[in-house]
Protein backbone atom coordinates (compact mmCIF):
# COMPACT_ATOMS: atom_id res chain seq x y z
CA UNK A 1 0.00 0.00 0.00
CA UNK A 2 1.54 3.36 -0.68
CA UNK A 3 2.11 5.69 2.32
CA UNK A 4 2.15 9.10 2.15
CA UNK A 5 3.44 10.81 5.27
CA UNK A 6 3.02 14.62 5.11
CA UNK A 7 6.84 15.93 5.07
CA UNK A 8 7.41 19.31 6.53
CA UNK A 9 8.62 20.37 3.43
CA UNK A 10 4.68 19.73 2.40
CA UNK A 11 3.57 21.18 5.51
CA UNK A 12 5.44 24.47 4.41
CA UNK A 13 3.65 24.75 1.28
CA UNK A 14 0.38 24.70 2.78
CA UNK A 15 1.10 27.09 4.97
CA UNK A 16 2.31 29.32 1.72
CA UNK A 17 -0.85 28.48 -0.16
CA UNK A 18 -2.92 28.99 2.62
CA UNK A 19 -1.46 32.84 2.33
CA UNK A 20 -2.00 33.37 -1.21
CA UNK A 21 -5.72 30.81 -0.66
CA UNK A 22 -7.73 32.98 -3.16
CA UNK A 23 -11.02 33.03 -1.02
CA UNK A 24 -13.41 34.25 -4.30
CA UNK A 25 -12.27 31.32 -6.48
CA UNK A 26 -12.38 28.46 -4.46
CA UNK A 27 -13.28 24.74 -6.15
CA UNK A 28 -16.22 24.68 -2.98
CA UNK A 29 -18.04 27.96 -4.20
CA UNK A 30 -17.39 27.12 -8.33
CA UNK A 31 -20.90 26.11 -8.57
CA UNK A 32 -21.96 29.54 -7.81
CA UNK A 33 -19.23 31.38 -9.81
CA UNK A 34 -19.47 29.10 -12.94
CA UNK A 35 -23.35 30.49 -12.73
CA UNK A 36 -23.11 33.68 -11.94
CA UNK A 37 -20.01 35.88 -12.71
CA UNK A 38 -20.03 38.51 -10.16
CA UNK A 39 -20.73 36.43 -7.01
CA UNK A 40 -17.20 36.27 -6.76
CA UNK A 41 -17.18 40.02 -5.97
CA UNK A 42 -20.40 39.19 -3.17
CA UNK A 43 -17.19 36.31 -2.16
CA UNK A 44 -14.57 38.75 -1.94
CA UNK A 45 -17.01 41.14 -0.05
CA UNK A 46 -18.17 39.07 2.60
CA UNK A 47 -16.41 36.19 4.29
CA UNK A 48 -19.32 34.46 6.40
CA UNK A 49 -18.92 32.81 9.65
CA UNK A 50 -19.03 28.51 9.02
CA UNK A 51 -22.09 28.11 10.48
CA UNK A 52 -22.96 25.00 12.82
CA UNK A 53 -23.03 22.93 9.52
CA UNK A 54 -20.04 23.81 7.94
CA UNK A 55 -18.28 22.66 11.47
CA UNK A 56 -20.17 19.75 11.64
CA UNK A 57 -18.36 18.59 7.85
CA UNK A 58 -15.04 20.01 8.95
CA UNK A 59 -14.79 17.81 11.90
CA UNK A 60 -16.46 14.67 9.94
CA UNK A 61 -14.10 15.07 7.69
CA UNK A 62 -10.83 15.14 10.50
CA UNK A 63 -12.24 11.99 12.24
CA UNK A 64 -12.72 10.78 8.62
CA UNK A 65 -9.00 11.52 7.28
CA UNK A 66 -7.61 10.18 11.35
CA UNK A 67 -9.46 6.52 10.58
CA UNK A 68 -8.30 6.26 6.92
CA UNK A 69 -4.69 7.53 8.08
CA UNK A 70 -5.01 4.74 10.79
CA UNK A 71 -6.54 2.24 8.10
CA UNK A 72 -3.99 2.70 6.26
CA UNK A 73 -0.97 2.70 8.98
CA UNK A 74 -0.14 6.57 8.11
CA UNK A 75 2.14 7.53 11.15
CA UNK A 76 2.22 11.23 11.78
CA UNK A 77 5.78 12.93 10.78
CA UNK A 78 6.75 14.70 13.82
CA UNK A 79 6.16 11.98 16.48
CA UNK A 80 6.16 9.12 14.14
CA UNK A 81 3.02 7.36 15.47
CA UNK A 82 -0.59 6.77 14.49
CA UNK A 83 -2.91 9.46 15.45
CA UNK A 84 -5.36 7.81 18.25
CA UNK A 85 -8.57 8.07 17.13
CA UNK A 86 -9.74 9.15 20.70
CA UNK A 87 -7.07 12.32 20.26
CA UNK A 88 -8.74 13.46 17.33
CA UNK A 89 -12.23 13.21 19.30
CA UNK A 90 -10.95 15.03 22.10
CA UNK A 91 -10.84 18.24 19.75
CA UNK A 92 -14.12 18.15 17.89
CA UNK A 93 -16.56 20.59 19.05
CA UNK A 94 -19.80 18.39 17.56
CA UNK A 95 -18.89 14.85 17.88
CA UNK A 96 -22.01 12.53 18.22
CA UNK A 97 -22.44 9.21 16.93
CA UNK A 98 -23.80 9.90 13.67
CA UNK A 99 -20.64 11.65 13.00
CA UNK A 100 -18.47 8.83 13.57
CA UNK A 101 -21.12 6.57 11.73
CA UNK A 102 -20.21 8.82 8.66
CA UNK A 103 -16.64 9.12 9.05
CA UNK A 104 -16.48 5.02 8.86
CA UNK A 105 -18.44 5.18 6.51
CA UNK A 106 -16.30 7.31 4.43
CA UNK A 107 -13.15 5.80 5.68
CA UNK A 108 -14.55 2.70 4.55
CA UNK A 109 -15.39 3.55 1.04
CA UNK A 110 -12.31 4.90 0.80
CA UNK A 111 -10.49 1.85 1.87
CA UNK A 112 -12.52 -0.57 -0.43
CA UNK A 113 -11.74 2.04 -3.11
CA UNK A 114 -8.01 1.70 -2.88
CA UNK A 115 -8.24 -1.71 -2.05
CA UNK A 116 -10.44 -2.67 -5.71
CA UNK A 117 -7.75 -0.18 -7.82
CA UNK A 118 -4.43 -2.26 -6.08
CA UNK A 119 -5.89 -5.93 -7.22
CA UNK A 120 -7.07 -4.38 -10.35
CA UNK A 121 -3.19 -3.25 -11.41
CA UNK A 122 -1.88 -5.73 -8.98
CA UNK A 123 0.59 -3.35 -6.94
CA UNK A 124 -0.10 0.00 -4.54
CA UNK A 125 -1.86 2.59 -6.06
CA UNK A 126 -0.61 6.19 -5.01
CA UNK A 127 -2.89 7.67 -2.23
CA UNK A 128 -3.88 11.10 -1.66
CA UNK A 129 -5.86 12.01 1.36
CA UNK A 130 -6.40 16.13 2.18
CA UNK A 131 -4.22 17.02 -0.56
CA UNK A 132 -3.51 21.05 -0.96
CA UNK A 133 -3.87 21.49 -4.72
CA UNK A 134 -2.07 24.28 -5.71
CA UNK A 135 -4.26 25.42 -9.01
CA UNK A 136 -2.53 28.87 -10.12
CA UNK A 137 -2.16 27.80 -13.63
CA UNK A 138 -6.42 28.48 -13.56
CA UNK A 139 -6.12 31.87 -11.02
CA UNK A 140 -3.27 32.92 -9.04
CA UNK A 141 -3.40 31.86 -5.16
CA UNK A 142 -6.04 29.42 -5.96
CA UNK A 143 -6.07 26.28 -3.94
CA UNK A 144 -8.21 23.60 -3.01
CA UNK A 145 -8.16 20.16 -0.50
CA UNK A 146 -8.87 17.47 -1.82
CA UNK A 147 -10.55 14.40 -0.05
CA UNK A 148 -8.95 11.58 -1.47
CA UNK A 149 -7.54 10.89 -4.62
CA UNK A 150 -6.00 7.50 -6.04
CA UNK A 151 -3.96 6.74 -9.53
CA UNK A 152 -3.71 3.52 -10.36
CA UNK A 153 -1.29 3.45 -13.17
CA UNK A 154 -4.65 4.72 -16.33
CA UNK A 155 -7.19 5.44 -13.97
CA UNK A 156 -7.28 8.76 -11.30
CA UNK A 157 -10.15 8.57 -8.86
CA UNK A 158 -11.20 11.30 -6.57
CA UNK A 159 -13.65 11.22 -3.88
CA UNK A 160 -15.20 13.96 -1.99
CA UNK A 161 -17.58 13.22 1.16
CA UNK A 162 -20.46 15.71 1.45
CA UNK A 163 -22.15 15.62 5.28
CA UNK A 164 -25.24 17.80 3.59
CA UNK A 165 -28.82 16.01 3.56
CA UNK A 166 -29.42 17.84 0.21
CA UNK A 167 -28.29 15.57 -2.66
CA UNK A 168 -25.53 15.93 -4.53
CA UNK A 169 -24.44 13.91 -7.76
CA UNK A 170 -20.87 14.10 -9.34
CA UNK A 171 -22.11 15.30 -12.45
CA UNK A 172 -25.14 18.31 -13.14
CA UNK A 173 -27.19 17.81 -16.37
CA UNK A 174 -26.74 20.52 -19.44
CA UNK A 175 -29.73 22.34 -21.39
CA UNK A 176 -28.86 19.40 -24.14
CA UNK A 177 -29.29 16.17 -21.79
CA UNK A 178 -25.33 15.60 -21.57
CA UNK A 179 -23.60 15.65 -18.67
CA UNK A 180 -20.73 17.36 -17.41
CA UNK A 181 -18.70 16.88 -14.22
CA UNK A 182 -19.83 18.47 -10.77
CA UNK A 183 -17.76 21.61 -10.98
CA UNK A 184 -15.66 21.24 -7.24
CA UNK A 185 -15.06 17.56 -8.46
CA UNK A 186 -14.22 18.12 -11.67
CA UNK A 187 -11.70 21.17 -10.49
CA UNK A 188 -10.27 18.81 -7.95
CA UNK A 189 -9.50 16.27 -10.65
CA UNK A 190 -7.84 18.96 -12.70
CA UNK A 191 -6.00 20.02 -9.85
CA UNK A 192 -4.88 16.68 -9.21
CA UNK A 193 -4.20 16.22 -12.55
CA UNK A 194 -1.99 19.02 -13.46
CA UNK A 195 -0.04 18.90 -10.43
CA UNK A 196 0.81 15.26 -9.89
CA UNK A 197 -1.13 13.13 -12.68
CA UNK A 198 0.64 14.16 -15.78
CA UNK A 199 3.39 11.93 -14.62
CA UNK A 200 0.78 9.12 -14.78
CA UNK A 201 -0.38 6.98 -18.06
CA UNK A 202 -3.68 8.41 -16.63
CA UNK A 203 -6.80 7.72 -19.46
CA UNK A 204 -10.01 7.33 -17.40
CA UNK A 205 -10.88 10.40 -14.54
CA UNK A 206 -13.73 8.83 -12.38
CA UNK A 207 -15.44 11.39 -9.80
CA UNK A 208 -17.25 9.99 -6.37
CA UNK A 209 -19.50 11.85 -4.37
CA UNK A 210 -19.82 9.48 -0.66
CA UNK A 211 -23.17 10.95 1.37
CA UNK A 212 -23.32 8.61 3.81
CA UNK A 213 -25.76 10.83 6.08
CA UNK A 214 -28.60 10.04 2.89
CA UNK A 215 -27.01 6.96 2.11
CA UNK A 216 -26.13 7.99 -1.26
CA UNK A 217 -23.19 7.81 -3.76
CA UNK A 218 -22.85 9.08 -7.34
CA UNK A 219 -20.24 8.03 -9.32
CA UNK A 220 -19.22 10.02 -12.77
CA UNK A 221 -16.65 8.83 -15.26
CA UNK A 222 -15.25 10.46 -17.95
CA UNK A 223 -12.28 10.21 -20.15
CA UNK A 224 -8.76 11.89 -19.64
CA UNK A 225 -9.53 14.02 -22.77
CA UNK A 226 -12.97 14.43 -21.77
CA UNK A 227 -12.04 16.48 -18.61
CA UNK A 228 -9.48 19.01 -20.12
CA UNK A 229 -12.31 19.60 -23.03
CA UNK A 230 -14.61 20.65 -20.08
CA UNK A 231 -11.05 22.35 -18.74
CA UNK A 232 -11.07 24.24 -22.28
CA UNK A 233 -14.88 25.10 -23.11
CA UNK A 234 -15.73 25.91 -19.49
CA UNK A 235 -13.59 26.01 -16.64
CA UNK A 236 -11.41 28.76 -18.40
CA UNK A 237 -14.10 30.55 -19.57
CA UNK A 238 -16.06 30.41 -16.44
CA UNK A 239 -13.45 31.80 -14.41
CA UNK A 240 -12.41 34.54 -17.05
CA UNK A 241 -16.22 36.15 -16.96
CA UNK A 242 -15.33 36.43 -12.90
CA UNK A 243 -12.00 38.43 -13.83
CA UNK A 244 -13.82 40.80 -16.43
CA UNK A 245 -14.16 44.82 -14.63
CA UNK A 246 -17.98 44.57 -14.64
CA UNK A 247 -19.30 40.64 -14.37
CA UNK A 248 -22.68 40.34 -14.91
CA UNK A 249 -25.37 38.79 -12.29
CA UNK A 250 -27.02 35.94 -13.46
CA UNK A 251 -29.58 34.91 -10.77
CA UNK A 252 -30.36 31.22 -10.13
CA UNK A 253 -31.67 28.97 -7.90
CA UNK A 254 -28.03 28.55 -6.36
CA UNK A 255 -28.59 32.49 -5.16
CA UNK A 256 -28.97 30.80 -1.73
CA UNK A 257 -25.86 29.85 -1.23
CA UNK A 258 -24.06 33.50 -2.37
CA UNK A 259 -22.83 35.36 0.22
CA UNK A 260 -24.58 38.33 -1.70
CA UNK A 261 -28.45 37.04 -1.60
CA UNK A 262 -29.20 39.54 1.44
CA UNK A 263 -28.21 42.47 -0.86
CA UNK A 264 -27.70 41.49 -4.22
CA UNK A 265 -29.54 44.01 -6.55
CA UNK A 266 -30.24 40.79 -9.47
CA UNK A 267 -31.50 38.55 -7.32
CA UNK A 268 -33.93 41.10 -5.93
CA UNK A 269 -34.85 42.01 -9.92
CA UNK A 270 -35.72 38.99 -10.52
CA UNK A 271 -37.77 38.66 -7.79
CA UNK A 272 -39.58 40.94 -7.90
CA UNK A 273 -39.56 41.35 -11.43
CA UNK A 274 -41.80 38.05 -11.10
CA UNK A 275 -44.11 39.67 -8.67
CA UNK A 276 -44.62 42.92 -11.10
CA UNK A 277 -45.55 40.49 -14.16
CA UNK A 278 -47.47 38.93 -11.64
CA UNK A 279 -49.35 41.93 -10.50
CA UNK A 280 -50.41 43.62 -14.06
CA UNK A 281 -52.01 40.05 -15.18
CA UNK A 282 -55.88 41.41 -15.98
CA UNK A 283 -56.52 37.93 -17.11
CA UNK A 284 -57.26 35.20 -15.02
CA UNK A 285 -53.88 32.73 -14.56
CA UNK A 286 -53.87 29.49 -16.89
CA UNK A 287 -52.98 26.06 -15.55
CA UNK A 288 -49.67 25.76 -17.50
CA UNK A 289 -48.67 29.37 -15.88
CA UNK A 290 -49.50 28.07 -12.19
CA UNK A 291 -47.19 25.09 -12.80
CA UNK A 292 -44.18 27.28 -14.09
CA UNK A 293 -44.92 30.22 -11.24
CA UNK A 294 -44.71 27.48 -8.35
CA UNK A 295 -41.17 26.62 -8.40
CA UNK A 296 -40.18 29.99 -8.46
CA UNK A 297 -42.66 31.12 -5.59
CA UNK A 298 -40.26 28.98 -3.29
CA UNK A 299 -37.11 31.53 -4.58
CA UNK A 300 -39.54 34.13 -3.90
CA UNK A 301 -39.96 33.01 -0.28
CA UNK A 302 -36.49 32.15 0.57
CA UNK A 303 -35.57 35.61 -0.98
CA UNK A 304 -37.79 37.03 0.81
CA UNK A 305 -36.78 35.67 4.36
CA UNK A 306 -33.28 36.05 3.30
CA UNK A 307 -33.95 39.98 3.22
CA UNK A 308 -36.01 40.26 6.35
CA UNK A 309 -32.72 38.02 8.34
CA UNK A 310 -30.25 40.88 6.76
CA UNK A 311 -32.65 43.51 8.00
CA UNK A 312 -32.96 42.27 11.46
CA UNK A 313 -29.26 42.05 11.63
CA UNK A 314 -28.58 45.10 10.60
CA UNK A 315 -31.07 46.57 13.06
CA UNK A 316 -29.87 44.41 15.59
CA UNK A 317 -26.37 46.03 14.84
CA UNK A 318 -27.37 49.62 15.82
CA UNK A 319 -28.86 50.40 12.00
CA UNK A 320 -32.17 52.60 12.36
CA UNK A 321 -34.82 51.96 9.08
CA UNK A 322 -36.64 54.82 8.50
CA UNK A 323 -40.51 52.92 8.37
CA UNK A 324 -39.31 50.00 10.54
CA UNK A 325 -38.52 48.73 14.11
CA UNK A 326 -38.36 45.67 15.98
CA UNK A 327 -40.54 44.05 18.10
CA UNK A 328 -41.02 40.38 19.37
CA UNK A 329 -43.08 38.52 17.55
CA UNK A 330 -44.96 36.59 20.34
CA UNK A 331 -44.83 37.36 24.09
CA UNK A 332 -45.33 33.99 26.00
CA UNK A 333 -46.50 34.06 30.18
CA UNK A 334 -45.14 31.42 32.40
CA UNK A 335 -44.95 31.08 36.22
CA UNK A 336 -41.37 31.35 37.58
CA UNK A 337 -42.33 29.23 40.59
CA UNK A 338 -44.46 26.62 39.77
CA UNK A 339 -44.82 25.18 43.43
CA UNK A 340 -45.79 28.44 45.39
CA UNK A 341 -48.25 29.12 42.97
CA UNK A 342 -50.04 26.08 43.25
CA UNK A 343 -49.95 26.26 46.88
CA UNK A 344 -51.44 29.59 46.61
CA UNK A 345 -54.41 28.47 44.32
CA UNK A 346 -54.98 25.54 46.79
CA UNK A 347 -55.10 28.02 49.91
CA UNK A 348 -57.21 30.28 48.03
CA UNK A 349 -59.82 27.56 46.96
CA UNK A 350 -58.84 27.29 43.29
CA UNK A 351 -57.69 23.99 40.78
CA UNK A 352 -53.79 24.19 41.02
CA UNK A 353 -53.57 20.75 38.69
CA UNK A 354 -54.58 19.22 35.84
CA UNK A 355 -55.65 15.82 35.02
CA UNK A 356 -52.58 13.32 34.14
CA UNK A 357 -52.63 13.91 30.32
CA UNK A 358 -51.39 10.23 28.29
CA UNK A 359 -47.42 10.32 26.72
CA UNK A 360 -46.94 10.66 23.75
CA UNK A 361 -46.57 7.97 21.01
CA UNK A 362 -43.20 8.71 20.38
CA UNK A 363 -42.29 9.29 24.00
CA UNK A 364 -43.62 5.86 25.07
CA UNK A 365 -41.43 4.02 21.78
CA UNK A 366 -38.35 5.19 23.34
CA UNK A 367 -39.80 3.41 26.08
CA UNK A 368 -40.71 0.28 24.66
CA UNK A 369 -39.34 0.07 21.34
CA UNK A 370 -41.25 -0.05 18.28
CA UNK A 371 -41.55 -3.71 18.16
CA UNK A 372 -43.22 -4.11 22.03
CA UNK A 373 -45.34 -0.42 21.49
CA UNK A 374 -47.25 -2.12 18.21
CA UNK A 375 -47.00 -6.10 20.22
CA UNK A 376 -49.19 -4.06 23.08
CA UNK A 377 -50.70 -0.65 21.69
CA UNK A 378 -50.92 -1.26 18.34
CA UNK A 379 -54.50 -1.84 17.73
CA UNK A 380 -54.95 1.49 19.43
CA UNK A 381 -53.03 3.34 17.26
CA UNK A 382 -54.54 5.13 14.69
CA UNK A 383 -52.71 7.32 11.62
CA UNK A 384 -53.42 10.81 11.21
CA UNK A 385 -52.36 12.61 8.08
CA UNK A 386 -50.85 16.02 7.72
CA UNK A 387 -52.10 18.74 6.06
CA UNK A 388 -51.40 18.85 1.71
CA UNK A 389 -48.95 20.39 0.07
CA UNK A 390 -47.32 21.36 -3.13
CA UNK A 391 -44.24 19.24 -4.14
CA UNK A 392 -42.23 18.51 -7.51
CA UNK A 393 -43.24 15.31 -9.45
CA UNK A 394 -39.90 13.91 -8.54
CA UNK A 395 -40.58 14.22 -4.82
CA UNK A 396 -40.03 10.79 -3.05
CA UNK A 397 -43.02 11.05 -1.21
CA UNK A 398 -46.52 9.17 -2.02
CA UNK A 399 -48.79 11.18 -4.12
CA UNK A 400 -52.34 12.02 -2.34
CA UNK A 401 -55.32 9.76 -3.07
CA UNK A 402 -57.46 12.75 -4.03
CA UNK A 403 -60.83 11.03 -3.65
CA UNK A 404 -59.62 9.46 0.12
CA UNK A 405 -58.58 12.61 1.02
CA UNK A 406 -61.67 14.49 0.46
CA UNK A 407 -63.56 11.39 1.59
CA UNK A 408 -61.67 12.08 5.28
CA UNK A 409 -62.01 15.75 4.68
CA UNK A 410 -66.05 15.72 3.86
CA UNK A 411 -65.13 17.82 1.26
S1 LIG B 1 -27.22 36.71 -5.20
FE1 LIG B 1 -27.43 35.47 -7.04
S2 LIG B 1 -27.45 36.96 -8.73
FE2 LIG B 1 -26.64 38.02 -6.94
S3 LIG B 1 -24.43 37.78 -7.12
FE3 LIG B 1 -25.15 36.13 -5.82
S4 LIG B 1 -25.47 34.40 -7.20
FE4 LIG B 1 -25.35 36.26 -8.46
New binding site residues.
Given amino acids: MSRLVKSKRRVMVEAVADKLHSRTHSPSKSS ?1 YF ?2 P ?2 TR ?1 IAMYQEEPGPEAIYGTETHTLGETLLRQSLRLYDFDNKEIKPIEETIKGLTQYDDEMLKLAEGYANKAMSLIESERKRIGHDPIVFIEETLNMNWLMEGMVGTLDLGVIADDVMTVLDLKTGRSKVDSWVSKEDGKKEPNSQLGLYALGLYHSIGKLYPIKKVRIIIVQERIYHISEYELTLDELLEWERNVVIPAIDKTLEPNPT ?4 K ?2 KW ?1 P ?2 DV ?1 A ?2 RNANLGLYETSKKQVDLLSNEEIDELLPKLDDLIKFAEDIKAHAIKRMLDGYKFKKHKLVYSRVTRSFSDNDTVAKILLDNGYEAYSKPKLLGITEIQKQLGKAKLNELLGEYITTTKGSITIATSDDEREEVNIESYKEDKSI
Fill in positions: ITCASFAVPSGCCGKCAR
